[in-house]
């Protein structure tokens, strides 16, 4: 019996596939560098809302190249790259318009949008510990009371790591971060309350 294999739609296929992966990888060396650069922008207050719109445009425009290959679109390597965008954009929304935007409004798929959206926490955090550098204590007990609101909402959804990759443990991290938070912010308040009398005393002992 003589077996005869065609090879060629194969190896078709396999190039096709291959040029898709490079491609995926150099737009999304862009996209991860824009990302970052839209969170640094966004813990400083800087403006970034022209970077958004950009960043929205080359996501949009890398998904529709890969769209044709899942092997690509449910892949490790683009999951990555979506978890940034994820971040990025959520944690911009998050401080700019006061809402969380859904999966289907920025077409992530459900497990990078909640890996993604975790990360935020950590940026709000930054954030926050910018406000308290400028003595802006309300605006940085509100970003915990935002970020504590998140992390309950993330914690209803307990998925094995089979389903959600080490979102588990990213939960238990992000405790964490938020109790050593607001021990942090309480400390700072006390320390400024006292700084604010010791100042109002010596003022009496002046003018006395």
């Given amino acids: 019996m003589s077996l005869c294999l065609n090879t060629r ?3 078709e296929r396999l190039d096709d596939l291959e040029i898709a992966r490079e491609e995926l990888i150099k737009q999304g060396r862009d996209i991860v560098n824009l990302c970052r650069n839209i969170v640094t922008k966004t813990v400083l207050s800087e403006e970034a809302e022209e970077l958004v719109k ?3 445009q080359q996501f949009n425009k890398l998904l529709s190249s890969i769209y044709q290959y899942p092997e ?5 390597i683009f999951y990555n790259i979506a978890i940034e ?5 959520q944690l911009y929304y998050i ?11 920025i ?41 504590e609101n998140l992390f309950n909402c993330l914690s209803s959804f307990s998925y094995p790591d089979a389903l959600l ?15 050593d ?14 700084i604010q009398k010791l100042d109002a005393l010596l003022k009496d002992v002046k003018t006395n």
Avoid: C
């Fill in 181 to 194: 938070w607001k021990k942090f912010l309480l400390d700072m308040e006390s320390r400024r309350k006292l």
């Fill in 72 to 76: 690509l679109l449910y892949a490790n």
């Fill in 165 to 179: 990759p080490g979102f588990r443990r990213k939960l238990d991290i992000y405790r964490k971060v938020i109790d």
């Fill in 107 to 147: 077409n992530v798929h459900p497990v990078p949008y909640l890996l993604g959206l975790i990360e935020v926490i950590g940026e709000l955090k930054r954030l926050s510990l910018e406000f308290v550098r400028k003595n802006r204590f309300d605006d940085a007990y509100s970003l915990l009371e935002v970020a």
């Fill in 54 to 56: 950009q960043l929205k």
């Fill in 85 to 89: 965008y994820v971040e990025a954009i």
């Fill in 95 to 105: 401080t700019k318009e006061h809402r969380v935007l859904p999966p289907d409004e």
């Fill in 9 to 11: 739609s194969i190896k």
